[in-house]
């Protein structure tokens, strides 16, 4: 399958800070992205769909000026928590879509925030 | 309704039993499913995709889609402990390209 890696995978910041997390399609140029969170013995929530070139679309729920979004190429887009909190704490993950709509996740990064 | 529904499980099958997990969507314009599965702590990984009726089978692994019942399914056969882990279906949504996804069923194969 296609390659798709998300850095860092691990992540532990101060209350108050902001975070960056990378999602890069490696083989193959994903028009789309998506952005999902994680909690402990749950399903993946959607957070947004991210365009290249386009500003991103949230799911009802979502801070869009907490959570921003980049997606400034067709193999690159970021997500930065901005000002997080101890409840942003999650499980982040990315995923990329090819022209089958086939999603191909990435490694995933867990943020802390103490 | 929820886009897409599993049963949340967990479901236990011994080795080498076949391990039958179920999925039932609401949306009848949604054309493409995926199957996934997540072990504790990782990312999902895709293992299957299907887009007609119909048997589609890969290695130890049958996915099943029936369109008028509105239900996808995945077989494993031979069931081994390292296939235990969460298993998410997903679907696509009619005009959008994302994806819905269930609550995931956690399957436990014991040796």
């Known amino acids: 399958g296609a390659v798709v890696s998300q850095h860092p995978s691990w992540v532990i910041c101060k209350s108050g800070t902001s975070v960056k997390i990378e999602c890069r399609s490696l083989?193959?140029?994903?028009?789309?992205m998506f952005w999902y969170r994680q909690f402990p013995k749950q399903s993946l929530m959607l957070m947004a769909t991210s365009n290249e070139g386009s500003k991103a679309t949230y799911e009802q729920g979502v801070e869009k000026d907490k959570f921003l979004i980049n997606h400034a190429s067709l193999t690159l887009s970021t997500l930065t928590v901005t000002s997080a909190h101890p409840e942003d704490s999650s499980f982040y993950i990315c995923s990329a879509a090819n022209r089958a709509t086939e999603a191909f996740f990435g490694q995933g990064t867990r943020l802390t925030v103490v | 309704q929820k886009e897409v529904e599993q049963n949340s499980g967990p479901l236990s099958v011994p080795e080498g039993a076949i391990a039958s997990l179920n999925c039932t969507y609401s949306?009848?314009?949604?054309?493409?499913f995926f199957w996934y599965r997540q072990y504790s702590g990782k990312s999902p990984e895709l293992i299957m995709s299907i887009y007609s009726n119909g048997d589609k089978e890969d290695g130890r692994f049958t996915a099943q889609l029936n369109k008028a019942s509105q239900y996808v399914s995945l077989l494993i056969r031979d069931s081994q402990p390292s296939d235990s882990a969460t298993y998410l279906c997903?679907?696509?949504?009619?005009?959008?390209?994302?994806?819905?996804f269930g609550t995931g069923t956690r399957l436990t194969v014991i040796p």
């Open positions: 997903a679907g696509d949504q009619t005009g959008a390209n994302n994806l819905f």
């Open positions: 949306d009848r314009g949604s054309q493409s």
């Open positions: 083989d193959f140029q994903a028009t789309t």
